[in-house]
């Protein structure tokens, strides 16, 4: 696969995820949290919607990483993929990641305090963390190994 394919194909999976993230937090997350949340928990007023807040705080990290995406695609389409851009790109997603991380954290803290706990709740909580924290030791080694190829790289283009 050539590298201008490769990043239109990248370009494309990034277009069907800010998509789908779209359509969830607008359509779906509305009807979710009337299914999630039944009329016995409504402790606190309005409690639906300050999940709905939750959830779409919590995409904008993941918005944010789509964009550093879409900059990294653009520099495979432009046959530069192991560059400095690149690697910060990298870096940064995974700080994105760990945010994100930290916000169900502090989600899951208050509705501990709230008692409004639940083992599914926990269970999803965990299941967000356990993908969160392994995609940003993946995204931060991926960093530190297109740091190294880019020295690589650089150490290369100096040779005759």
């Known amino acids: ?14 277009f069907i995820a800010g998509a789908l993230g779209i359509v969830f937090l607008i359509v779906l997350l509305p ?10 928990e409504l402790k606190i007023s ?14 904008i990290p993941c918005y944010l990483s789509l964009l550093k995406f879409i900059n990294i695609c653009r520099n495979i389409k432009q046959d530069n993929s192991f560059c400095i851009d690149n690697a910060l790109s990298l870096k940064a997603i995974s700080k994105l990641i760990l945010a ?7 989600g899951g803290g208050l509705l501990f305090a709230a008692q409004l706990w639940h083992p599914f709740i926990l269970l ?9 924290f ?27």
Not at 31 to 40: C, H, K, L, M, Q
Not at 47 to 59: E, L, M, Y
Request: charged share 15%.
């Open 31 to 40: 009807v979710i949290s009337r299914d999630f949340i039944p009329e016995e």
């Open 1 to 14: 696969m050539k590298q201008k394919e490769m990043a239109v194909w990248l370009n494309v999976i990034a």
């Open 100 to 106: 994100d991380c930290c916000f169900y954290i502090v």
């Open 124 to 132: 999803l909580l965990i299941l967000i963390l356990f993908v969160g």
């Open 46 to 59: 309005n409690i639906r919607i300050v999940f709905q807040v939750f959830i779409w705080i919590t995409a």
């Open 134 to 160: 392994a995609l940003a030791i993946l995204t931060m080694a991926l960093s530190h190994l297109v740091l190294k190829a880019c020295a690589l790289k650089q150490e290369n283009d100096l040779t005759i």
